[in-house]
Nanobody, 120 residues
């Protein structure tokens, strides 16, 4: 499975963006999908995840501002970002995780990243 992230760009503080993560195959089987972000020189951090049933979790700094979702009909995951702040500036990566019960193997797939810059 290949993931293609898009939707990043330059936005003013307080603005909004919607990131998309399109999968080359069916996303129905993924146990969890999520968005991570990384600033140059720092570790990649978890932003939000969405489980198979739609349950979502967010890092504290984005709660109430970001919303994650997955659309099975389009094999796409989204991150709606509102109230953007300069500290949200980073490269955003999408991720898909699968645990194969029969073999005990874990699979992690990553998109190529999309730059989000929040600046006036």
């Amino acid at each position: 499975v290949q993931l293609q992230a898009s939707g990043g760009g330059l936005v003013q503080p307080g603005g909004s963006l919607r990131l998309s993560c399109a999968a080359s195959g069916n996303i129905f089987g993924f146990d969890r999908m999520g968005w991570y972000r990384q600033v140059l020189g720092k570790q990649r951090e978890l932003v939000a995840t969405v489980g198979y049933g739609g349950s979502a979790n967010y890092t504290d700094s984005v709660k109430g501002r970001f919303a994650i979702s997955r659309d099975y009909t389009k094999n796409t995951m989204y991150l709606h970002m509102n109230g953007l702040k300069p500290e949200d500036t980073a490269v955003y990566y999408c991720n898909a995780y699968l645990f194969e019960v029969a073999t005990g193997r874990e699979y992690n797939y990553w998109g190529q990243g999309t730059q989000v810059t929040v600046s006036s």
